[in-house]
């Protein structure tokens, strides 16, 4: 007895190191293959605005976590699917049918990285994103910060910011405090103005993203074309400020609901009225829903990784993405039939998981004998008819 347990835990570390090495692998290039799509926002800011690499580095770190949303539950799926695959396609799964050893353990190592990918997901949607979406709105702020050239350029008439030169001559790097300062803004064609200071300080709202020179012992040259008037004035302190977002790459700046942690949602559904308080209430429980998927795909990956024997080492690759698109477009029917008909978003979120669980109970309990494999033949040989059909 002891040496079959001993034999049984071997098995698990065996299975659980080869799920994990591919599930990490495929988690890498399905978060690559996504972030991909940002990269050329990304090169633009390197190539013509001179973005420093360590700042893009931080940008593409910051855009991962929404994609993990995705590439998290899809690389479990693709991982348990093909190792099972592989190991059937082997025989091993055969040789331990012989050995008189259940199937159902197959569960253990499987559901064991599933709970750990499940809270990985959840914390994830619940607070990462959030996080990582502040972040990369503060990244994106401060690069826009240095596009204006406080620390590095002095000296330099700075044509950055659209229709704004900004000239500053002397720059104080340890109390961040500027000297002969002059900004010329031809942003409104009707108005014309420049301002020059003898000192000053910059600061950022990064959440509007409004910049704002605080300028002490200056002039005020300002031109007024449809009055014809020129008016000129001196002042103490003057406060001159402008919106960065015509810089930023293109984004929409407010949270998006996605973006935001639970709480947020909670405070945002409280104030919001009509269809935005439905989608609120929507993304409130996907933040659950989705990552509860991984309890669908474990139920899922046993019976159709150990059924699988002469469709190809890349079969298991084509079953999780299909099995995965199929997941999505059901969920993405779902909402829109909550929208339309103002279904419960706890079913229109859940009901994906309940059917994928309900299909993955009734293939476990013909997981021992031979029977659904014979389902799948059938399943198989309908396919390649209609297939051959098609041609």
């Known amino acids: 007895m002891k040496w079959i347990s001993f034999l049984r835990r071997k098995f698990y570390l065996y299975l659980l190191k080869e799920l994990v090495l591919l599930f990490l692998l495929s988690l890498a290039v399905f978060t690559f293959i996504l972030v991909m799509s940002r990269l050329g926002k990304m090169a633009d800011l390197v190539i013509n605005k ?89 990244t994106l702020a401060n690069i826009a910060k240095k596009g204006i050239s406080i620390e ?20 104080d790097t340890q109390n961040k405090v500027l000297g002969g300062i002059i900004i010329s803004d031809d942003r409104d064609e009707g108005v014309r103005q420049t301002v020059a200071a003898q ?18 012992n200056g002039s ?59 989608e609120y209430a929507v993304e409130i429980y996907k933040k659950l829903s989705v990552p509860f998927s991984i309890v669908a795909f474990v139920l899922l990956t046993v019976p159709l990784g ?20 199929c997941y999505y477009i059901l969920t993405a029917i779902m909402e829109n039939i909550g929208r339309v008909y103002e279904a419960p978003p706890f079913l229109v979120c859940f009901a994906p998981n309940i059917l994928f669980s309900m299909v993955g109970l009734y293939l476990i309990t013909q997981l ?23 041609e």
């Open 152 to 171: 590095d350029k002095e000296g330099v008439f700075n044509d950055s910011i659209p229709g704004v030169v900004i000239y500053i001559d002397k720059v």
């Open 220 to 278: 005020l040259q300002r031109w007024e074309k449809q009055l014809d008037a020129y008016r000129s004035l001196s002042f103490k302190d003057y406060t001159f400020s402008l919106n960065l977002a015509s810089v930023m790459p293109n984004r929409e700046w407010r949270k998006r609901p996605f973006e935001m942690d639970i709480n947020e949602l909670r405070k945002a559904f409280v104030g919001a009225k009509g269809e935005s308080r439905y």
């Open 368 to 390: 021992n004998n031979e029977g659904q494999g014979r389902i799948f033949d059938r399943l198989k040989r309908t396919w390649d008819r209609r297939f051959a059909k098609a």
């Open 50 to 138: 001179g973005v420093d690499l360590k700042d893009i580095v931080l940008l593409v770190a910051y855009s991962c976590p929404p994609f993990l949303t995705f590439t998290l539950p899809m690389a479990f799926l693709l991982s348990a699917v093909v190792v099972l695959g592989r190991l059937s396609s082997e025989n091993e799964i055969l040789a331990l049918k012989a050995s008189g050893i259940n199937l159902m353990y197959l569960f253990v190592p499987i559901a064991a990285l599933g709970l750990i990918v499940f809270w990985t997901g959840f914390l994830n949607n619940s607070l990462l994103l959030s996080k990582s979406s502040d972040a990369f709105r503060n």
């Open 306 to 325: 150990v059924k699988r024997k002469t469709e190809g080492k890349f079969s298991g690759v084509v079953y999780s993405l299909l099995i995965f698109i």
């Open 199 to 216: 000192k000053g300080t910059v600061n950022i709202d990064t959440a509007s993203y409004d910049l704002s020179f605080k300028l002490k």
